[in-house]
Nanobody, 127 residues
Framework: QVQLVESGGGSVQAGGSLRLSCAAS????????MGWFRQAPGKEREGVAAYYGGGMAYYADSVKGRFSISRDTLKNTLYLQMNSLKPEDTAMYYC?????????????????????WGQGTQVTVSS
């Protein structure tokens, strides 16, 4: 049974940092198979960070230069380092995974492209 379990969320002041983790079990996902999303109240779920087929990282414009995605293959764990946090980063953050690797240059940015989801971890940034 595939499971994705996020952790690391919390409440921080603007300018602070958090590191989210997503531990996967039941399947060894490829690097381009996993990504991070977030959803604020009343808004659609949006892609935050993921990997292109070929290994480069993708970031939403709103987080470029502040967030960093990484992965520990041995631990089957995905991370999201979030620095210089802003109140507008407040949201539930989700880890997502798919089972098929991407061709070079492709990236999954839409929720419909993923098969598995974690339960989410809340990030709240106060001004």
């Amino acid at each position: 049974q595939v499971q994705l379990v996020e952790s690391g969320g919390g409440s921080v002041q603007a300018g602070g940092s958090l590191r989210l983790s997503c531990a996967a079990s039941g399947y060894s996902f490829c690097r381009s198979c996993m990504g991070w999303f977030r959803q604020a109240p009343g808004k659609e779920r949006e892609g935050v960070a993921a990997y292109y087929g070929g290994g480069m990282a993708y970031y939403a414009d709103s987080v470029k230069g502040r967030f960093s995605i990484s992965r520990d293959t041995l631990k089957n764990t995905l991370y999201l380092q979030m620095n210089s946090l802003k109140p507008e980063d407040t949201a539930m953050y989700y880890c997502a995974a798919a089972t098929s690797p991407l061709s070079w240059g492709s990236v999954r940015t839409r929720p419909s492209e993923y098969n598995y989801w974690g339960q989410g971890t809340q990030v709240t940034v106060s001004s």
